[in-house]
């Protein structure tokens, strides 16, 4: 059974720094395509917005509000994902998600994708940014 499980995620000023790990257990990242998402809190249960997202070879993809500010990057050898987020803004706060999908989806694809496209999910790990 794969797994994925988040962590780093806390409560940071406006302007900070904050790096998120998500550790897969039950197969290695090189065989799939990679996404961090997130979600509002006041938007709970609706879809989640694409972040970041690198496939096999390692080549990413970001949306355009967080691209140049955030990174994505992998440790194949330790299976852990990680997303370093610079210049943190309020509207960052969010609980966010690693994600696992088909490795043939390209890292624009799975931005767009919604939960069902992607394979496996973990149970997030939660951003708050103060001004």
């Known amino acids: 059974q794969l797994q994925l499980v988040e962590s780093g995620g806390g409560s940071v000023q406006v302007g900070e720094s904050l790096t998120l790990s998500c550790e897969m257990s039950?197969?290695?990242?090189?065989?799939?395509?990679m996404g961090w998402f997130r979600q509002p809190l006041e938007r709970e249960g609706r879809k989640r917005d694409g972040?970041?997202?690198?496939?096999?070879?390692?080549?990413?993809s970001y949306s355009s509000d967080v691209k140049g500010r955030f990174t994505i990057s992998k440790d194949n050898a330790k299976n852990i994902l990680y997303l370093q987020m610079n210049s943190l803004r309020p509207e960052d706060a969010a609980m966010y998600y690693c994600?696992?999908?088909?490795?043939?989806?390209?890292?624009?694809?799975?931005?767009?994708?919604?939960?069902?496209?992607?394979?496996?999910w973990g149970k997030g790990t939660l951003v708050t940014v103060s001004s």
């Open positions: 972040v970041a997202a690198i496939d096999s070879d390692g080549a990413t």
């Open positions: 039950g197969a290695t990242y090189q065989y799939y395509t």
């Open positions: 994600a696992a999908g088909n490795g043939l989806m390209t890292p624009t694809r799975a931005l767009d994708a919604d939960y069902y496209a992607m394979d496996y």
